[in-house]
Every structure is written in C-alpha cells, then in structure tokens.
C-alpha cells in the first residue's frame, strides 16, 4: 500500500478521477439548472403594450423634408416581466425608427422598426408600415409683416402709430411645394386696452392666400416689434379775446389768427370740455394802428401738448370821423345817423364750412351743402353790417366723434355778438371714411 501510494502513476491516475467526477457533477447541476429556468421562464413569459411610441425617422434632412408621417406607433413586448421591466423602466434605449437614408424624394412606403431591446424580448409593431413623403429641401428669403389687432378696443381716442419692426425678411426653409404656397410671413400684436407705446417680441408665422398656416421652419423666428400708441387728439378754432379799449377815434374791424385751427392732446375727459382754444389774448389798448403780433401758445391746463407753438395775430382798427360826436353833443341826430342805427339784412355768399376732427386715420367730405359752402344772411345794425366780414362768419362741423358711415351733422355757427342769422342753413350732410373702410 504505501508502495502504491508513494507511486506517481497512482497519485496521478486518483487525481484524474477526482476531476472527472467533479466535471460530472458541475455539469449535471447546471443542465438542471437550465432545465429549470427554461421551464421557468415559460411559465412567467408575459406581453406588454405600449402605445403612442414615437417614431424617429433616418434620412438627409439638410437635402429633404419629410411629411405625413404619423407621430406614433403602438409596441407590443413579449418576454419575461424581468426583461420588459428592464426595457421599459430601467434600460429605456429601444428606439422604434424608420430608415429613407439614401432614398430619393416621393412617396415612400417603409417598415416600422426596434431597436435596444433586451435579448429574449420580442417586438410587434401596430402598424408596421407607415407611407410618408419625401420632399426636396428649399430655402428663400421672404418679406416679413407685422399686423395689428384689436385696434377698435383701443381706449376711446387713442390711436396706434407706425409700426417699426425686425427683421424686415426671413430666410424660411421647407418642402419645395410647401414653399410655393405661402402668400405672406406675419406677426401680430394685440394693441387693446394699450394706452402707453408697447414693445415686444412676437412669433412669426408663414400664411397661404386662405390664411392657413404652412409647416415651414422661420429664421430668426422671432420679431422685435414697437408700436407706438397715441393719446386723443382734437382740433378746434383759435379765438383770440380781447382786454382793454381802443384809443379814441379807432374802430375794430377784425382779428384773424394764421393758423386759425389748433389741435390739441390729452385725455378725451378734457378734450371734450374744449370746443375753441382761447389762450390768447390781445391789448387792444397798445393797438394805435393795423398790427401784425407773434404771440407764443400756452398749454391749456388739462392738455398735454399743442399742435403749434406759436401763432400769428392780425389786428385791423379803422379810424373815424369825430362830426357824428359834434352833433350828438349838440344834440342834433342826423338822419344818417338814423340811418346807420336802423336793423338791416346783409347776406355773404358762399362762407366756407370748415371742419373738425379729422386726422390720418378719418377721412371727412361734406355733401350737402355744395362744395362745402353756404350763403349766409345776418340781421344786425347797419353800422356793424358795414363793417362786418365774410371772415368774422365761421360755420364749425365737428367730426371727431363720428364713426364710418354718412351723418348728419349740426353746424356751429360762430359769429359776432351783436348780429343773428337769419335763414341760414344749420345741418350738414358728411362722409366719414376710415382707414380701415378705405383698404
């Protein structure tokens, strides 16, 4: 025995053995093993869907356009709850995905695929072929608009300005049909409620001749707008008052200003308690003969701004014969006299009307009367007749408030104190046209 055992053979031939056995052992464990898991997995193999998997598309996008895809697929996964759980929780790199590389432009009918998923998981996709376009890609550069809406719920009066916008073109890229029907590039800003200038940034967009939107990508995508917004505006007549006398021996025959209108800015409250400006008045006690004044024009208090900052007077006096003073202190009363202290009628053929409160945006005609003139007959003292003007008559028709359409308006007739008119007319027929109504 211990020949045996101090023996190499031997010792080598019990080592083979005992790996033999253990190899045998090792590998009957394992075939159980998988035996059992296979059998295993059989039993707790589980499907899963997932719907609305979005689909990547594969191809030259700097050369193409690609339409009419759909944006999703369902994705049903069968395989072990383990490995689904692990696609869908854990791993999260399956890709579902369409390949056109090297395709050419048209109509393409392609198979929906997977790609990422754990080995032993399956994939059914529902549907498995989409149809999609491929277009040719185009870039132009276009025009770009800036429109205003809601300009009618301004606040009563306020209008907007000039719009300044950019940029003034685009360069706007898409499918080449896609392209050929876009009709305009715009943006717009919402002026409502606004009472004070608005600067923002609006999105572009690209409209076809219906006003529907075209799928195109826009660069820059973005305007930087300035609108401005301005306060009510109304203009009304200068009248010019006086203070002080004339030195004896001088008559005032009539004050004229040039400009003879002045518009005003502020909030309607106060433009609607102003129907002629009078912020300036003349010394007719420094008045010795036929003067021409420069006079500067004050701000109304309530008013914002005028439209001038100052205003030509002229101030016509005519002198007079002291013999009617000679008699009436000799108590003789001449029958001129009587004569010039008698009422008469004396009639002005065709005073101009003149209009008020029309602007950039209001367009104002008079229809009737005719060319947008009136005979005017006054009763008064011969005397104040003789001296009395076409120029001291003034027939006002305020438009300021009037909206779209053909009105009839009352005439404001302003004229000297101490005559009345007879018989003239006192409504006038007018046009108002919009900027809006004029497009």
């Known amino acids: 025995m211990d020949k045996l055992l101090s023996s190499s053979w031997f010792v080598k031939i019990i080592a083979f053995l005992l790996a033999l056995m253990m190899y045998t052992i090792v590998t009957m464990e394992t075939q159980e093993e998988a035996a059992n898991n296979s059998i295993f997995s059989k039993m707790y193999t ?23 895809m759909p ?22 790199e399956f890709e579902v995905y369409i390949d056109l590389t090297n395709m050419k432009p048209g109509n393409k009918r392609v198979k929906v695929q997977v790609q990422g998923l754990p080995e032993g998981v399956k ?21 770009v608009n800036v429109d205003l809406k809601n300009k009618r719920k301004l606040p009563e009066g306020y209008t907007a300005g000039e719009v300044e916008f950019s940029p003034r073109t685009v360069n706007v890229t898409g499918a080449e049909g896609m392209i050929e029907q876009i009709s305009f590039i715009t943006g717009f800003v ?29 660069n820059p995508g973005v305007a930087e707008v300035s609108v401005p917004i301005k306060k009510p505006k109304k203009k009304v007549p200068i009248s010019i008052e006086t203070k002080g006398e004339l030195e004896e021996g001088l008559t005032l025959q009539s004050i004229t200003s040039d400009p003879s209108e002045i518009t005003l800015t502020g909030t309607t409250t106060s433009l609607d308690k102003i129907d002629s400006f009078k912020g300036i008045t003349i010394d007719l006690s420094d008045i010795k003969k036929d003067t021409t004044l420069t006079v500067d024009v004050p701000v109304p208090d309530g008013i914002d701004d005028v439209s001038i900052k100052e205003v030509t007077v002229d101030v016509n006096v005519e002198e007079t014969g002291n013999e009617a003073e000679t008699e009436t202190e000799a108590g003789t009363e001449t029958e001129a006299e009587q004569e010039t202290d ?3 009628t004396k009639t002005f053929s065709d005073v101009p009307l003149t209009l008020l409160g029309r602007d950039a945006d209001k367009q104002a005609t008079i229809l009737d009367p005719a060319d947008g003139v009136v005979d005017v007959t ?8 003789n001296s009395l003007k076409k120029s001291d008559l003034q027939g006002i028709v305020d ?10 308006v009352k005439i404001d ?17 007018v046009e108002i046209q919009t900027e809006t109504s004029s497009q």
């Open 46 to 68: 589980e499907s899963e869907t997932i719907e609305n998997v979005q689909i990547k598309p594969y191809f030259d996008d700097d050369q193409y356009v690609l339409t009419d």
């Open 71 to 92: 944006s999703s697929v369902d994705l049903t996964l069968t395989g072990s709850s383990r490995l689904i759980t692990k696609a869908t929780k854990v791993d999260k």
């Open 123 to 143: 994939a059914k996709i529902n549907p498995d072929y989409v149809d999609v376009i491929l277009h040719k890609k185009v870039t132009k550069e276009m025009n």
């Open 190 to 218: 919402d002026v409502s409620d606004a009472d004070e200038a608005i600067q923002t940034k609006v999105p572009l967009r690209a409209y076809n001749q219906q006003g529907d939107i075209i799928d195109v990508q826009i």
């Open 342 to 344: 008698q009422e008469t």
């Open 378 to 385: 006054v009763r008064g003292k011969k005397s104040v007749l």
């Open 399 to 408: 438009v300021s408030s009037l909206d779209q359409g053909t009105h009839k």
């Open 413 to 429: 007739w302003k004229n000297p104190g101490d005559v009345e008119l007879t018989g003239t007319v006192q409504e006038a027929s």
